[in-house]
Structures are given as structure tokens and as C-alpha cells.
């Protein structure tokens, strides 16, 4: 079938025009790039923006730590240890869309069921065996057993875990694609939100009685 000179103009205006909306959707969801050579973080300042305000000076003590140098502390309930190497203990981090933490686990010790909203992380193993996993949109678990030298992907938004369940102890380094990746426990967010969410709420999409909400919420309130 042949197409007249006035569709196939159509055509090719519909296509550009396609391609034009992909390339801005790209544009908009992406980080924008860095407009100076650097922007250290002024987290003393009171302006609110989207990051951080740029100090007006800066040294290499903005852009160095040593906070992942020493295992946490895993005497918790979880027997982990979650300790952050983002803009908030290295201000040089600020609009470079990079941050790592470090996570010690005890034997037994879990990283209970999280999602991180801003970031994608990848895990390396420095010590030790996890069992790891994330769960898709479709409610599929995607899970892994890991070992020293051995990385792992959790993409973006999804909830997920790493559990030790060896008799040693075990650590990670996680990277993420974000200076500030925030994390939502699963657990925390519903049984220990402030102001709190309903009881009625979490009964009804959890089946299960009020009594069983206000133990949980007891056990998950944060200590004083």
C-alpha cells in the first residue's frame, strides 16, 4: 500500500515528536549536571533548597573521613549497624550524586526490610556470608546467598534485606547513586511513625487485632 506524500509527513513529525518527549522525560528524571567544580555543603545554613547551600570556603577536610574505617556496633535488637558516608558527615558529597555507608552485621544480625527512595545501592562483601534479597513490584523475591568479594544490586525503591545467618560476623560496603539516599524501614514507617498511624489501619491490612499492633508498636517505639 502506498502513503501519500501528506501521511508520511505525519508520520515523521509523530516520531520526531516521540522522540523529542523521550529525550526531555530523560532530561527531567536524571540529576542535573554540577554548573561549578565543586559545591560543598553549608549544613549550618538556613536556606532550604533542593541539597544543599555552597559554603563560600572549603579545604580537603570537607572531602575526607574516616568513618568507615571501624566495624559499628551490632549490640541491638537487629544485631546490625547501619553507618552513613553521605553529605551529612561528608559535606563535599553535596550535588556530586555519590554516598557509601558501611553495615555490620552480628552473627544472626539482620538489615530489616527497607527501601532507600533516592538511590539504587550495590553492595560489596568485606567479611562473612548474607543471605540477601529485594522484592519486585510484582511481588517477586529476588534472593542471593553472598560472600567475601561478592557484590549485590538492589535497584532503586524497592524493598529489601540482608540478613547473616552464619556464625561470624559479617560486613558490607554500600554504594549509592545519590549524596542523601534517605532509607524507610518497612517495620519503623508503620508501628513506630510519629504522629502514629491508626490502629484500625494497620489491623485491617495486616489481619490481625489491635493487641498484636500495640505489642509491635511497643517493641519497634524508639528508646528514651
Not at 554540577?34 to 536556606?47: F, R, T
Not at 540477601?132 to 525503591?157: C, H, M, N, W, Y
Not at 513506630?192 to 517493641?219: C, H, M, Y
Amino acid at each position: 500500500m502506498r502513503i501519500s506524500a501528506k501521511m508520511a509527513a505525519f508520520f515523521r513529525v509523530s516520531t520526531l515528536s516521540v522522540m523529542a518527549l523521550a529525550v526531555f522525560l530523560c532530561s527531567v528524571s536524571a540529576d542535573p549536571d554540577l554548573l561549578q567544580d565543586v559545591c560543598v555543603a553549608d549544613l549550618a545554613s538556613g536556606v532550604r533548597v533542593n541539597g544543599f547551600p555552597c559554603k563560600a570556603t572549603f579545604n580537603a577536610t570537607d572531602f575526607s573521613s574516616n568513618i568507615l574505617a571501624k566495624p559499628g556496633a551490632t549490640n541491638n535488637s537487629m544485631g546490625s549497624r547501619v553507618t552513613g558516608a553521605n553529605v551529612m558527615k561528608i559535606p563535599g558529597l553535596n550535588t556530586l550524586s555519590i554516598s557509601l555507608s558501611r553495615i555490620d552485621y552480628a552473627p544472626g544480625g539482620l538489615n530489616p526490610p527497607h527501601t532507600h527512595p533516592r538511590a539504587t545501592e550495590v553492595v560489596f562483601v568485606l567479611e562473612g556470608e548474607l543471605d540477601v534479597g529485594f522484592i519486585t513490584t510484582a511481588d517477586v523475591l529476588i534472593s542471593k546467598s553472598i560472600q567475601k568479594g561478592e557484590i549485590f544490586v538492589f535497584p532503586r525503591g524497592l524493598v529489601h534485606f540482608q540478613k547473616n545467618n552464619g556464625k561470624e560476623p559479617a560486613a558490607v560496603v554500600a554504594a549509592f547513586n545519590s549524596q542523601l539516599p534517605g532509607t524507610q524501614s518497612i517495620a519503623a514507617t508503620l508501628f513506630a511513625a510519629s504522629p502514629p498511624v491508626p490502629d484500625n489501619v494497620l489491623t485491617k491490612a495486616f489481619q490481625v487485632g489491635t493487641k498484636e499492633v500495640n505489642k509491635i508498636k511497643t517493641r519497634l517505639a524508639p528508646k528514651k
